[in-house]
């Protein structure tokens, strides 16, 4: 059965295209710098958004109109799977991830769900042996189900602690047994609402115990993904302990487990935190802590996580400018933690949707690699500190000083000269490639 026949193969056809179903810039085999667009951009497609949300709100029901809608149970179940690895070829996309609520339904206890997503591991397998797709990476919904009010790792029941382990553990063996490149941690729950009845110190710990036995666990499996933890600052609860790049990174630290996990960033949740995408990318590139990404982006107009399909070009170029400068994104990927807005309901909107994030991270490396070559950025930051680079300055990162002699040389200062940031000219010249892009005239 063909879920979306209305569809052909989406194919590059280049930005003078008028073809809806067809891709304006996203060109798979094209080279940018020493890796191909494929290669650098590794997309993947998020599994609930697109396959299992009905487009419900905090204030009105679900509107998508989906051709597997009638199917109930395992059966529906078993039609998602054979919708997604259709719109995965169609697509042409190499990855794709999951929560385990995803793809199976839980059942009336856990080993009845966990029969459940047994049986439809099982078809997956079939279907990855004959597809291009892989798994990016696949983690355990610790959230949805009342059992987790009070959290998950951070709850305070010991049972929910327990539970939530064990799915987690069956998360790892299901990661390994389909391949996963990552395995990511996201604490939907992990975090408090007051501190008024909450013992922060102890689900701190208990969280920082649980990441631990997951470790050790992979190596007792030979499990050998990238583990990831997915910074998010509230919603829903007030306060989360992954807040943002640099609080997971202090955790991290603090436990012991710096070593064994990188990030997973998610343009949303960095706005959610008060930050910009760039912010959080950079923070984990810097520290080496950079994995993997979350291609969406939010509404600034409204204060929740509204999981919107990018088509900022501005804030695309900026992220894979972070991107080409980590190197690439090793084991990870851009992943589009995305779902079409309420409005746009019909299955169309589908490929619509993907096909605008994959066109706008396509301008985003081009225009970032560009301007890597052209050293705009980069010769910018270095005629601006370029006082560390001799005299005193040179002393002060070279560890050579102390406040004695920077007192000595702060009093023989007749004066200090600052310069200009010029913010204004490197925002217009980046408006300047952007243009380019667009109208096809840079040259690599």
């Not at 051709?67 to 054979?82: F, H, I, T």
């Not at 992954?242 to 202090?250: E, K, L």
């Not at 520290?287 to 999981?307: C, E, F, I, R, Y």
């Not at 605008?356 to 970032?368: I, P, R």
Request: with cysteine; charged share 25%; proline share 3%.
């Amino acid at each position: 059965m063909s879920y979306f026949s209305n569809v052909n193969k989406i194919k590059y056809e280049g930005a003078t295209s008028t073809n809806p179903y067809a891709f304006k810039f996203y060109n798979p085999e094209e080279k940018i710098g020493a890796k191909t667009m494929e290669e650098y951009l590794r997309f993947g497609v998020a599994y609930w958004h697109t396959f299992t949300a009905d487009l419900s709100d905090p204030f009105g029901t679900g509107t998508a109109n989906r051709p597997w809608k009638n199917y109930q149970g395992m059966d529906l179940s078993k039609a998602r799977v054979e919708a997604a690895f259709e719109l995965f070829e169609k697509l042409n996309v190499p990855f794709f991830c999951f929560h385990d609520v995803d793809i199976a339904p839980e059942g009336s206890n856990l080993r009845e769900t966990y029969k459940n997503i047994d049986t439809i591991i099982s078809m997956m397998k079939d279907y990855m042996k004959d597809s291009k797709t892989k798994l990016l990476w696949n983690t355990a919904n610790n959230f949805t189900n009342p059992r987790f009010v009070h959290g998950a790792a951070s709850s305070n029941n010991a049972d929910v602690f327990a539970y939530s382990a064990a799915k987690v553990k069956k998360g790892l063996e299901i990661g390994k047994e389909l391949g996963a490149e990552n395995y990511v941690f996201w604490g939907g729950r992990e975090g408090y609402e007051t501190l008024l009845n909450t013992d922060m110190k102890l689900e701190m710990d208990n969280l920082g115990r649980f990441f631990h036995m997951a470790v050790d666990y992979a190596k007792e499996i030979n499990f050998d993904a990238q583990f990831l933890i997915e910074p998010k600052p509230k919603e829903p609860t007030t306060h989360q302990y992954d807040f943002d790049v640099a609080t997971g990174y202090a955790f991290l630290q603090n436990y012991n487990l710096q070593d064994h996990f990188k990030f997973n960033i998610e343009a949303n949740h960095a706005t959610l935190a008060g930050h910009t995408f760039e912010h959080e990318l950079r923070y984990a590139r810097v520290n080496n802590m950079l994995g993997s990404v979350d291609a969406n982006q939010g509404d600034p107009l409204l204060g929740w996580d509204t999981d919107e399909f990018p088509t900022d070009l501005y804030s695309a170029t900026l992220a894979m400018y972070e991107v080409i400068k980590n190197g690439g994104l090793g084991r990870g990927g851009l992943n589009f933690d995305a779902k079409v807005r309420r409005g746009s309901f019909e299955v169309e909107d589908l490929f619509h949707a993907h096909i605008a994030g994959m066109d706008t991270f396509a301008v985003g490396l081009k225009v970032a690699q560009k301007i890597i070559d052209d050293n705009i950025l980069d010769g910018v930051v270095e005629e601006r500190y370029k006082s560390y680079t001799e005299g005193i300055g040179l002393d002060i990162v070279e560890g050579k000083t102390d406040f004695h002699k920077l007192e000595k040389h702060a009093l023989g200062l007749s004066e200090i000269k600052n310069q200009s940031g010029r913010l204004e000219r490197i925002k217009t010249t980046i408006n300047q490639y952007l243009l380019k892009a667009y109208a096809g005239e840079l040259d690599f």
